[in-house]
């Protein structure tokens, strides 16, 4: 009997009790349609942490001042004024492994345009900064180290607060007003999105480094930085930066043995690869969850193909009387067996599809169906045809033909 013949009658066998087969199915349906699904869930929460850790740039780490303590209280990391831009200048000159650093300020207020107004984030900045976030601007011009150098009343704006003070209009040239100092727009910034952290990169105005200390800080040591962005010539060169920077500023600031250090490190890098391997981990967890669905439906399959032996056990054994050997009809229980699963697995992956895309509609919730994650489901739902089809096919070729033809 040739594959061609042993595929027409396993589809003949189907067809005659079509309820029957599509209850078998079902469970292979569903548990196809689940793993496409929670798989397309999984890869598209990884897909956008992978785009916000590209938004955040490559090899950096991030230096922060040390704790204050008062009255007995320790105020946490980032409580003391212990790190300057002196310190951003010899970062940059005396540690090979560093590219770029770059001193920041922070602080929120009332940017206002004419009669408009919007709280931001104010962030003190030099041009290294943008390199380092690898952060353009899409139109006007960034902040220059002259702008710096000379502390300009110029700014840079995040997308967000151009959509809430300008709406359509061109910023550029604009007059905004920030703590009652006025600040001429000289560019906008590419759109990033959203931060690993869940907050807008782009409710943000960026002022000169020097500008944020005299004009806008109203620190008693204006030459301070909040933080240093540093980033190293290459991923590989990361760990031998920090310890670059942690013994520079060891000596910069006195810091002897047994001495508690005024600012810590962190390596920016390592924390974002760690929150990607655990959506790449759930996604994995989701899926061989939705998996067992699919042993279900196994052995659903299992069980009503033992019933098919059982009702056509006369038949098998007037197959085996006319000649059918024991392997044809092995191989005809098995084709069965692997027709439902395929067939319910690609009902299931149409479904899986369509259910992810309705995911992504209805919850915001981005999706990826990737063609791996459809090829690897098309296979496994024929390797449990194979699996679960092959003791009900083995059972009905071990018949003994007398016996068969006499089965009532």
Known sequence: MDLLQTLKIALRALRTNKMRSFLTMLGIIIGIAAVIAMMAVGAGAS????????????????????????????????????????????????????????????????VVYGNMNWSTLIMGATPELFEIREWPVVSGRSISQQDVDGAAKVCLLGQTVVDNLFGADDPIGKMVRIKKVPFTVVGVLEQKGQSPQGTDQDDAVFVPLRTAQIKLSRSSFPNTVGAVIVQA???????????????????????????????????????????????????????????????????????????????????????????????????????????????????????????????????????????????VAFFFSAAVGIFFGFYPARKAAGLNPIDALRYE
Request: charged share 15%; glycine share 10%.
């Open 47 to 110: 897909h956008v942490i992978a785009q916000q850790i590209a938004s955040i740039g490559s090899n950096i780490i991030l230096v922060v001042p040390g704790s204050t303590t008062s009255g007995g209280l320790r105020m946490g990391s980032g409580g003391a004024q212990t790190l300057t831009s002196d310190d951003v200048r010899a970062i940059m000159n005396e540690c090979p492994s560093v590219a770029l650093a770059s001193g920041t300020t922070r602080t929120t207020s009332q």
């Open 233 to 375: 010539k290459s991923e590989a060169l990361l760990d031998k930066s920090e310890e670059e920077i942690t013994s520079l500023l060891n000596q910069r600031h006195r810091i002897t043995n047994g001495k508690e250090p005024d600012f810590s490190t962190r390596n920016l890098s390592e924390i974002l690869a760690v929150a990607e391997q655990s959506s790449k981990a759930m996604s994995l967890l989701l899926g061989a969850v939705a998996s067992i669905s699919l042993i279900v439906g196994g052995i659903g399959i299992m069980n009503i193909m033992l019933v098919s032996v059982t009702e056509r056990t006369r038949e098998i054994g007037i197959r085996m009387a006319i000649g059918a050997r024991r392997n044809d009809i092995l191989l005809q229980f098995m084709t069965e067996a692997v027709l439902l699963t395929m067939i319910g697995g690609i009902i299931g992956i149409l479904l899986g599809a369509g259910g992810a895309m309705i995911v992504s509609r209805i919850l915001d919730w981005p999706t990826l169906i990737s063609v791996q994650s459809v090829t």
